[in-house]
Every structure is written in C-alpha cells, then in structure tokens.
C-alpha cells in the first residue's frame, strides 16, 4: 500500500520564523506530490503541484523542494494566515491519490 | 472561473446508500480538460481520497473503498456523483468534490464540501 508520512504532526511557531516540514512516500513517486494548505471549516487549498511548483496566487515564502521519497514544505517567513494544516498527497496516477497525515501549524 | 457545489442529504441511516452530487459551473464537464474526484474528511481527521471520474465515464477509485463506491457522471447536467453502498459510522465525513487537471494532476478547484452523519 501507498503510505504518506508526514512529519512532524504538529508543529509551534512564531510569526517570522522558517519552518520546514516533511512528507515520506513508501515508494518513489518521482516528482508527482502536491501540497494543500487547510483552515478551519475550508476545502483545502492547493499550493504546489509537481513537488516545487507554485500555484498562481500562492505567496512566494512558500516553497517546495524533493523527488522519489522525500519531500518538503517550507514557508521562509511564518505569517498569521499560514497557522493551518498542510497535507501532502501524491499525484502517480498509477498509485492511489493517497494524502498524508498532515501537519498543524500553531502559534507559540 | 470555475465552481463546485456539492448537493444531497446530510443524513444517511446505517447500510443504506450515501448519495451526492456535485454541480460543475463556469466549465463544461466533458472538455477533457480535467478529471473529477471526491475527496472525504472525517471529523477531526485527514483527507481521503475516494475516487475520480473522467468525462468519458472511466473511474480510478481508492482501492480500500472500491467495493462500495460509484461515481458516475452526467455531461448533459454538468455534474457528477457519488454513490457509497452499506454505509457506517465510519462513513461520517464531510464529502467534498474537487477537480484535477489532466495536466497537474492535482486537486485545484474544490467544493465548499457537505457535511454526511450516518445515524439511525
């Protein structure tokens, strides 16, 4: 089976600081891994396709980077609209689209 | 620009049949451009994916779910549908549909999502 890993599940941070977090494929999925962004009672929101590519409108402090197995999320300066849950998912359409376990990001 | 709304009861009793559907508009259904999906969210929980439907009527559904699931579409409505057989408690999610461009493959544009109680 297809798994995602993300890490850490929960994360605390301050407006400003450079987070990083982490999403593990149990197989090599190339570069096809998306990244969402979720709030409280929304759909999620896509932010990156292709494991680095941003979507239109989505600020540039988000970026992504990885292939195969491992993949990251960083936002290079924390803003109080980013404290939400990520999830990551990948996108091999020979695989299910499975999503991982996300990440919450709080306010310390 | 386009827009998803997800339609159907918000109470589904135990066994019986979970049935959705979500409305397409500022596109058409059938242009080739995208594919179809559902995606569910139990309370509290992470995202799920359900299943994807191409305007051509050729599905790809989660395989844990696969034996429950239909999704079907409707090009003359600009709509699809999910059809979830035998339904419990744990089937209790909000339901959201999505698109997904052929050529990203990723889920872009959402529905609002509709909120499914299984309860006698």
């Known amino acids: 089976d297809m798994q995602l890993t993300q890490s850490p599940s929960f994360l605390s941070a301050s407006v400003g600081d450079r987070v990083t977090f982490t999403c593990r494929a149990s197989q090599g999925i190339s570069s096809s891994l998306a990244w969402y962004q979720q709030k409280p009672g929304k759909a999620p929101k896509l932010l990156i396709s292709a494991a680095s590519t941003l979507q239109s409108g989505v600020p540039s402090r988000f970026s992504g980077s990885g292939s195969g197995t491992e993949f990251t999320l960083t936002i290079s300066s924390l803003q109080p609209e980013d404290f939400a849950t990520y999830y990551c998912?990948?996108?091999?359409?020979?695989?299910?689209?499975?999503f991982g376990g996300g990440t919450k990001v709080e306010i310390k | 620009q386009l827009q998803l709304q997800e339609s159907g009861p918000g109470l589904v009793k135990p066994s019986e049949t979970l049935s959705l559907t979500c409305t397409v508009s500022?596109?058409?259904?059938?242009?080739?451009?995208?594919?179809w999906g559902w995606i569910r969210q139990p309370p509290g929980k992470g995202l799920e994916w359900i299943g994807n439907i191409y305007y051509s009527g050729s599905t790809y559904y989660n395989p844990s779910l696969k034996s429950r699931v239909t999704i079907s579409i409707d090009t003359s409505k600009n709509r699809f549908s999910l059809r979830l057989n035998s339904v419990t408690a744990a089937d209790t999610a909000v339901y959201y549909c999505?698109?997904?461009?052929?050529?990203?493959?990723?889920?872009?544009?959402w529905g609002q999502g509709t909120m499914v109680t299984v309860s006698s």
């Open positions: 500022g596109g058409s259904i059938n242009s080739g451009i995208y594919y």
């Open positions: 998912q990948q996108l091999n359409t020979y695989l299910p689209l499975t």
């Open positions: 999505a698109d997904r461009p052929a050529t990203s493959g990723a889920f872009d544009v």
